[in-house]
């Protein structure tokens, strides 16, 4: 149980385009759920938090304007990274938990984003 | 915000091989969790473990919250045991975990 689905896990775009991800919790409901972003050979960073029906809360120096994210059900939180250029290629995942207190993150299989 | 971080940063073994992993944070937690990143980026959940101790087959860990360290052992380690290793710790209802620095372990023949 407590599968995480993240869609795509590769894309390569050009410049100046814009890219969607989408986290589904596929086997349970998760409220909450959390965006992270991994460069190559170091940690993974929180970007934002996700609440299902409310607005994300962002890490300090994450552009929300730049890290547009959607939580409209459930099961569905969504990344779209508007006008991407060569500095946001990084590696994208996502993660939730289920609604109880003192369980754990569950995380997807993550997005590698490549921008040319 | 929370400090976390984790030694040996690198570690070499021989196939067969025990290993003792350790996570260090700056605060109190209720939520610490540990993670084996492949070489494809998948994070596989290990334990979740904020405190005390835990064994799955070859992998068992303990986390003395008190005083602020979790280990992670390894035993009869194998060449698919290679990767990046993480600890995630966090604190309170918002549960956001911050990751720590990682140990980068490779097995070889």
């Known amino acids: 149980g407590a599968v995480v689905s993240q869609h795509p896990s590769w894309v390569i775009c050009k410049s100046g385009t814009s890219v969607k991800i989408e986290c589904r919790s596929l086997d349970f409901q998760a409220t909450t759920m959390f965006w992270y972003r991994q460069f190559p050979k170091q940690s993974l960073m929180l970007m934002a938090t996700s609440n299902e029906g409310s607005k994300a809360t962002y890490e300090q120096g994450v552009e929300k304007d730049k890290f547009l994210i959607n939580h409209a059900s459930l099961t569905l939180s969504t990344l779209t990274v508007t006008s991407a250029h060569p500095e946001d290629s990084s590696f994208y995942i996502c993660?939730?938990?289920?609604?109880?207190?003192?369980?754990?993150?569950?995380f997807g299989d993550g997005t590698r984003l490549s921008i040319l | 915000g929370i400090q976390v971080e984790q030694s040996p940063p690198d570690l070499i073994l021989q196939e067969g091989a025990n290993s003792t992993l350790r996570c260090n944070f700056s605060?109190?937690?209720?939520?610490l969790q540990w993670f084996h990143q492949n070489p494809w980026g998948q994070l596989i959940n290990l334990f979740y473990?904020?405190?005390g101790t835990k064994q799955n087959g070859r992998l068992s860990a303990t986390t003395v919250a008190t005083e602020r360290y979790s280990l992670l052992y390894i035993s009869s380690s194998q060449t698919t045991d290679s990767g990046v290793y993480f600890c995630?710790?966090?604190?309170?209802?918002?549960?956001?975990?911050?990751f720590g620095t990682g140990t980068r372990l490779q097995v070889t023949l």
């Open positions: 473990i904020p405190s």
């Open positions: 605060d109190s937690v209720n939520n």
């Open positions: 995630a710790v966090g604190f309170g209802t918002a549960s956001k975990l911050t």
């Open positions: 993660s939730a938990r289920v609604r109880a207190d003192n369980q754990p993150q569950h």
